[in-house]
Structure formats: C-alpha cells, structure tokens
C-alpha cells in the first residue's frame, strides 16, 4: 500500500484524524512565511500525542540548523523535510545533530529539476510542483512523467496539487513510496477538511490495492502504532 504524509497540521484535532486514518507521516510547517505554519506549543502539544503512532515531521525552507535541532528536541521530530536551499552536508549535519530521518525536496519545474536531488544521500525524496516564489503548498501539479528518471534508491514521495481525484492517476504514474496531500485536503489554509482527507485515503487504498508495494528503506527505524 501507498503510503501517506499529511502535511500543514496545526491543530491536535487534525493530527488526530490523519493519524486514525492510517497516515504514515504528519508534516508539522516550521516556516513564518506559510499559512500553515504550525506554532511550536502546537507542535509540542501533537508529537507529545502521537509521536508513536505516526512520523512526526518537521517542515523546514532555510532554516538555521541551530532552529532545526532545537524544534526537533522540542518536538520529538522523527523525521525532517527541507524544502529550501539546503546543500547535502546541511543535511548530514542535521540528521547528526538530531537523529532524525531526512526528506529533501525538490520542486520540479523540468528535467534537470530531478538531477538537483543527485548529491543527497538521505532517507527520502520528495518532488514537489514548481510555482516561482512559493516553496509549497501551492495546490498545483506538475508532469509526472518527470518522475521517471529518478533511479528509485532512495524513496520517493509525491507531492503537488495531490486530491481525491487525481492520487489515483498519479500513483498509477509514479508508483511512489508514499504520496504527500496538503491544501487539496483542507477546509481552509491550515484546517483539513475531514470528507476530502477521509477521501483521499480511500482513493490511495483503492489504487493500492493490489498492486506492488513501495520497498522499505533497508533501515528503518519508524515508529510502530500504537495498538
């Protein structure tokens, strides 16, 4: 099965209904700039809640390392997302510091958007769309064909413009690791909205269902649920 990353939570309540439909992966937004930037007590207050029942993950777009050690012990973080400009021995330095897994994205605006993830040897990769001056959220798709080049050693994640509608498509083109839903899941910027969500896991489990599953990393250290 596809997994799942809900991402842009700020409330325990969302958290909660992401979690209990199944997400593999809550996406916590540490960046002032975004709609769905969720406050640190807020932050706290979900991993101290679901820390072992989901991986927890911290959203980052430029931040100092000293910011991304600090929320990650604050918060439990399991994993971290760069999604800025951050260079491979950034991402080295903050799995060190912190223990957490690493997610770089990348967004993909043509071809040679994919080889920019050729240097990073970290957990996850995540293709995002290309929208010029937004890093994400942006509610909007990109070719996924584009993702055909990528060589599959290190998992992919597909995000971008990602709904009910359209995850069973995409899947069916990328045959990701898991699929990463945002603003097309929300009532409004930062609040989902529990039929579109409840959707999109239906739409994923029924293109799921069946086909290949994603391989995991050989060394995984994620969190198992709680029964």
């Given at each position: 099965m596809?997994?799942?990353?809900?991402?842009?939570?700020?409330?325990?309540?969302?958290?909660?209904?992401?979690?209990?439909?199944?997400?593999?992966?809550?996406?916590?937004?540490?960046a002032d700039e975004s709609p769905r930037a969720c406050p640190l007590p807020v932050a706290e207050e979900i991993a101290a809640e679901l820390r072992r029942q989901t991986l927890v993950t911290g959203v980052f777009a430029n931040a100092t390392l000293d910011a991304v050690a600090d929320a990650a012990d604050r918060c439990s973080l399991a994993m971290l997302q760069l999604?800025?400009?951050?260079?491979?021995?950034?991402?080295?330095?903050?799995?060190?510091?912190?223990?957490?897994?690493?997610?770089?994205?990348?967004?993909?605006?043509?071809?040679?958007?994919?080889?920019?993830?050729?240097?990073?040897?970290?957990?996850?990769?995540?293709?995002?769309?290309y929208v010029a001056g937004r890093r994400g959220g942006t509610g909007e798709t990109f070719a996924w064909d584009l993702a055909s080049a990528h060589d599959r050693s290190v998992p992919l994640v597909l995000s971008g413009g990602l709904s009910a509608d359209n995850v069973?498509?995409?899947?069916?083109?990328?045959?990701?690791?898991?699929?990463?839903?945002?603003?097309?899941?929300?009532?409004?910027?930062?609040r989902k909205d529990p039929a579109k969500l409840t959707a999109f896991f239906r739409a994923v489990e029924e293109r799921s269902t069946?086909?290949?599953?994603?391989?995991?990393?050989?060394?995984?250290?994620e969190p198992a649920p709680v029964p």
């Open positions: 596809t997994r799942v990353k809900v991402c842009g939570i700020t409330s325990v309540d969302d958290a909660h209904l992401a979690v209990g439909l199944g997400a593999w992966a809550i996406g916590l937004i540490f999604h800025g400009d951050e260079g491979p021995a950034f991402c080295r330095e903050a799995a060190r510091r912190t223990g957490a897994k690493v997610m770089k994205a990348v967004r993909m605006k043509d071809a040679a958007s994919l080889r920019e993830l050729e240097p990073f040897g970290v957990d996850y990769h995540l293709l995002d769309a069973g498509e995409a899947i069916a083109a990328v045959r990701p690791f898991a699929v990463d839903t945002a603003s097309r899941t929300e009532a409004s910027p930062g069946g086909a290949p599953r994603a391989a995991e990393p050989e060394a995984s250290s």
